[in-house]
């Protein structure tokens, strides 16, 4: 079982930043950001394998770098120049790996506001 608390939401002007944190209670293969608006679907952001092999979503593709730090099992996603339409709340996902079996863990989202 892999706990994860997400930290780092908040309010925003639209243009400026903002960076989340996910540190999780064990290792993971994988970590990701998702974000969901009400009434919508939980969207992928971005994710990160192993130490360094990233991806993102379009819309956050220039903006948003995820970066992770083993040492904590800590998940960072750095976003700029934040816009309206970035306002949601965001989830961090973790997946494990264990005898070929994959479980995925989220952690209870931290919301962000961007204001314009």
């Known amino acids: 079982q892999v706990q994860l608390v997400e930290s780092g939401g908040g309010l925003v002007q639209a243009g400026g930043s903002l960076k989340l944190s996910c540190t999780a209670s064990g290792r993971a293969s994988a970590m990701n950001w998702y974000r969901q608006t009400p009434g919508n679907e939980r969207d992928f952001v971005a994710g990160i394998i192993g130490g360094s092999s990233t991806n993102y979503a379009d819309s956050g593709k220039g903006r948003f770098t995820i970066s992770r730090d083993d040492a904590t099992n800590t998940v960072y996603l750095r976003m700029d120049s934040l816009s309206p339409e970035d306002t949601a709340t965001y989830y961090c996902?973790?997946?494990?790996?264990?005898?070929?079996?994959?479980?995925?863990?989220w952690g209870q989202g931290t919301h962000v506001t961007v204001t314009s």
């Open positions: 996902n973790a997946v494990t790996v264990t005898a070929g079996h994959y479980k995925k863990y």
